[in-house]
């Protein structure tokens, strides 16, 4: 069993600072690209951020220059450095991993999902 747990998310005030972190535990041989999506209260899910097992990095446009997306391959984390936040940042966050299980087989997992909440 592998479990992706995501944590740091609470209520802010538009132009502050949250750190999220999501943490795979479970029968892990290897970690690949892992990613951040987020979901707005009426819109669909849609992708933050990715990061590649060596560290190369991608954003969406609606957040680049004020997330950074990084990992710590040794502790099975991810984390999501979110400066500036806007209002629109809001939503629940998720992450996703690539993973390898002990028995070589690969599969996405998806974690339960922290919740943002930007203030004006």
């Known amino acids: 069993q592998v479990q992706l747990a995501e944590s740091g998310g609470g209520l802010v005030q538009a132009g502050g600072s949250l750190r999220l972190s999501c943490v795979a535990s479970?029968?892990?041989?290897?970690?690949?690209?892992m990613e951040w999506h987020r979901q707005a209260p009426g819109k669909q899910r849609e992708w933050v951020a990715d990061?590649?097992?060596?560290?190369?990095?991608d954003y969406a446009d609606s957040v680049k220059g004020r997330f950074t997306i990084s990992r710590d391959n040794a502790k099975n984390t991810m984390y999501l450095q979110m400066n500036s936040l806007k209002p629109e940042d809001a939503g629940v966050y998720y992450c996703?991993?690539?993973?390898?299980?002990?028995?070589?087989?690969?599969?996405?997992?998806w974690g339960q999902g922290t919740q943002v909440t930007v203030s004006y």
């Open positions: 996703t991993a690539n993973i390898v299980l002990d028995t070589q087989i690969s599969r996405i997992y």
């Open positions: 990061i590649a097992r060596g560290g190369t990095t």
């Open positions: 479970g029968s892990i041989f290897r970690i690949n690209a």
